[in-house]
């Protein structure tokens, strides 16, 4: 049994189109399936959770959606049993299957899926902080804070805003990958101000920087619709590659954004790499932050550690 968790307003509405196609293909070769689609955010979860809480029975789930659908299923599995994990991007940056050099065409993915013998098992990371009470989110691809996540959490405004008072959106050109990033991305670079703060890698290396624009902590080397900002970024490694990137001028960032945005290895002044299992991460004025894009309001401190291979997925 393939159970199928849909968000079919991915990438606006195009999740929809996605499924009713693969559900087709589905019925016709008479696979044994359940669909379970999303209404609202957090149906993702619930989901996840539905399938896998006390369940020790292989499951084998399957999003169909995007980098936001990941997330979520991501953090409502209970690794209780045995979990595999398979996904047919439909989402507007799709960043978890470009890492993993996953088919563009939902068709071939998913007969990947049903014929595939290959599993991996990859980290995943967690990002901790404090809400009034403490929160743990998992993440899949990246998480951070500081410019990047500003893009994100303004990048959803926007979507709120399209939303009519049927709850609708509006007719509009669907944009995806680096496209749907630039333009927000332009807007929060010339509202950016840096800010001190400092890291503590794995609980023994102190490192201060004075103009931080933003950190980013990855399990894979692309985030943002396929901004390449950690290039050495391994899923299998046990580790989380942090790229921070800190410069007195402003201009400084326009070089390492442009080599992140055209996929090239980012090696410039301003920008330093660590790899390591935990980091802390403390910031003197409060910045956006995120988790695969998905809101995890402002912060001051923040704590990110990698899981190591605890995640099944078909290749």
């Known amino acids: 049994m393939y159970h199928f968790i849909v968000n079919p307003s991915a990438n606006r509405g195009h999740g929809e189109k996605v499924w009713r196609k693969l ?3 589905l ?3 008479e696979i ?48 209780e049993g045995q979990v595999v994990f398979g996904y047919i991007p439909a989402g507007s940056g799709n960043d ?14 998913l007969k990947r899926i049903l014929h595939s013998h290959r599993h991996i098992w990859l980290d995943y990371g967690v990002l901790s902080y404090e809400n009034g009470s403490p929160v743990h989110r998992r993440f899949a691809v990246s998480s951070g804070m500081g410019l990047d996540a500003a893009v994100c959490h303004s990048l959803r405004e926007r979507r709120g805003r ?8 509006w007719a509009c050109p669907r944009a995806s990958g680096k496209l749907l990033y630039i333009l927000p991305g332009l807007w929060q670079y010339i509202k950016a101000a840096p800010v001190k703060g400092y890291l503590l890698l794995d609980g023994t290396k102190k490192v201060e920087f004075n103009h931080i624009y933003f950190i980013s902590a990855h399990i894979h080397p692309f985030e943002g619709g396929g ?17 921070v990137v800190h410069n007195s001028s402003k201009q400084g960032l326009l070089p390492v954004l442009t080599d992140a945005l055209l996929g090239k290895a980012v090696h410039h002044r301003g920008v330093r790499f660590y790899g390591c299992q935990e980091v802390r991460i403390h910031v003197e004025r409060s910045m956006p932050v995120h988790a695969d894009g998905e809101d995890c309001y402002c912060q001051t401190d923040i704590h990110l550690r990698c899981i190591e291979k605890r995640l099944q997925v078909i290749v």
Request: with cysteine; net charge positive.
């Open 96 to 109: 978890f299957a470009r890492s993993l050099k996953l088919p563009r065409n939902p068709g071939r993915c």
């Open 227 to 243: 901004f390449r900002f950690a290039p050495k970024a391994d899923g299998t490694d046990g580790l989380l590659e942090i790229c």
């Open 162 to 169: 399209r939303q009519t008072k049927a709850g609708r959106r």
């Open 27 to 29: 019925k016709r070769l």
């Open 32 to 79: 044994e399936y359940e669909g379970l689609i999303t209404q609202a955010p957090g149906d993702a979860m619930m989901f996840a959770n539905r399938l896998t809480e006390g369940n020790r029975e292989p499951c084998i789930i399957v999003a169909v959606g995007g980098d936001g659908t990941v997330n979520e299923i991501l953090n409502g599995l209970s690794f």
């Open 23 to 25: 559900e087709c293909r």
